[in-house]
């Protein structure tokens, strides 16, 4: 492992493999959560699904304590955009939940987050919500394959979103990626949008977390009393993606995707690295 001068964490194909490790189990994590879900379940027992299979399974929740945070998982429902405290409250035929998780095998982080229509959805401007956030999510992990500079990343997401959805979709302002790896969140920012900053250059080695967040009508949001939950506060309902991706020599391997990410990368035409977790034959 190397630091680059912009104090980015640079990690070896070693150490690589062992985030991989990480991030399947977290793919494997949501998995099991989305067959969880259902009217009547309750963000708590998602909750507590999570975190019984991260330590059976020997890692740790990286979310569960940080900075204070209660809980194992993110779960944010309708207007909340990110950061919802898991509760008692049963979920309903139509709510879109996000689930924002992370965990820690061996010293080595991961994190991701998928948005799921509870049953039926409600309306098409909730699905076009969710699915328009997916697909910037992996427009800004292609941006990242022939990127020069980190902030190509952001600029993806922006202009995938504004074709797709033009003004009826709206990015959560002053919250993005980040990289990842001995710790959950570290340099560099990957905003979802143009910033004035081009950000570093990237590196093999480099490890992001890459995490759209959209919200249905102006992009308002106040921060609850709790100083977690964030809610959009203009009437529209809000959607959240998140993969960790290492860039190496051989290209993108996405950590917390089943496959690495190779599917979805050859729609886009682009070859993703060999999976580690693949075997000889990948």
Known sequence: MSILPERVELKTPEQIEIMRRSGHLL???????????????????????????????????????????????????????????????????????????????DGWHSDAARTHIVGSPRSVADEGLVRITREALWAGIAALAT?????????????????????????????????????????????????????????????????????????????????WTVRATAGGRAAHWEHSVAVTDDGLLVLTAGDGGAAELALRGLAGAPDPLAGPAA
């Open 27 to 105: 793919h494997r994590v949501h998995e099991m959560l989305e067959r969880s879900i259902r009217p009547g379940t309750t963000t708590a027992e998602l909750d507590r699904l999570a975190h019984e299979m991260i330590l059976d399974e020997g890692a740790t929740p990286n979310f569960l304590g940080y900075q204070g945070y209660p809980a194992t998982l993110c779960i944010s429902v309708n207007e909340v955009v990110v950061h919802g405290i898991p509760d008692d409250r049963a979920l309903q035929d139509g709510d879109i939940v996000s689930i924002d998780g992370g965990l820690i095998i």
């Open 147 to 227: 990127a020069q500079r980190v902030g190509e990343v952001g600029a993806a997401i922006e202009d995938y979103v504004e074709e797709e959805a033009g003004q009826s979709l709206s990015h959560l302002e002053g919250f993005g990626g980040h990289g990842i790896g001995t710790a959950m969140h570290q340099a560099p920012d990957v905003m979802n949008y143009r910033t004035r900053s081009r950000g570093p250059r990237v590196r093999p080695g480099m490890c992001l977390a890459i995490e759209p967040m959209l919200m249905q009508g102006q992009g308002n949001w106040e921060l609850e009393s709790d100083d």
